[in-house]
């Protein structure tokens, strides 16, 4: 290791695992509260960060960043609570289309959550399939690369580029043509 490579902690260790706590909890709640509303992310982030700690020995650095790794356990398990996910979208979807909501690119900047979706956007992304959902909020919520997202969820790095490609396509089809990623054309 050379003195630029960034420290890691060794989960082993119980500090270890508390420095990683300390670096990735806020964002990793941020993340499930934007997938499942904050009254499910409480429950959701103590999981992940539980599984994390009964798994450490299971854990390769080489594989991935330990950020990367509890995005990957967290959307795991956002899956598993992702009923309640679909619901709020579609119940955001039978909304009454004139609804004073945010934009669609203004939203997706902002790391849009199922709660401030416009209802169009929200019934387009409860009818993606779970993997181009999954890729889709990872980019859009997390601001993960595709390299981060092919290791958090265990899928080649070509996989994720197809998945988003398609969810992006599905996206602009449901809301008639509109991109839905700000600054990009296509």
Do not use: C
Not at 43 to 63: C, H, I, M, N
Not at 109 to 136: E, H, N, T, W, Y
């Amino acid at each position: 290791m050379t003195a630029a490579a960034v420290h890691q902690p060794d989960l082993a260790d119980p500090e270890g695992f508390g420095e990683i706590f300390d670096a990735h909890f806020g964002e990793i709640h941020r993340y499930v509260a934007q997938r499942l509303g904050p009254d499910d992310a409480e429950d959701v982030v103590a999981e992940t960060f539980l599984t994390a700690f009964r798994k450490r020995g299971q854990y390769d650095p080489s594989r991935a960043s330990a950020r990367t790794w509890l995005y990957g356990i967290a959307t795991n398990l956002v899956g598993k609570h992702r009923r309640s996910e679909t619901r709020a979208l579609r119940a955001l979807d039978r909304l009454p289309r004139d609804r004073d909501v945010q934009g669609l690119a203004e939203g997706v900047a902002v790391r849009v959550s199922a709660q401030s979706l416009g209802p169009s956007l929200a019934g387009a992304i409860s009818r993606l399939s779970k993997g181009d959902r999954d890729v889709l909020l990872l980019v859009a919520l997390a601001g993960l690369s595709h390299e981060e997202i092919a290791s958090a969820l265990g899928i080649p790095y070509g996989t994720v580029g197809s998945r988003l490609n398609r969810a992006r396509k599905k996206l602009r089809k449901a809301l008639g043509g509109t991109n839905p990623m700000e600054g990009e054309h296509g």
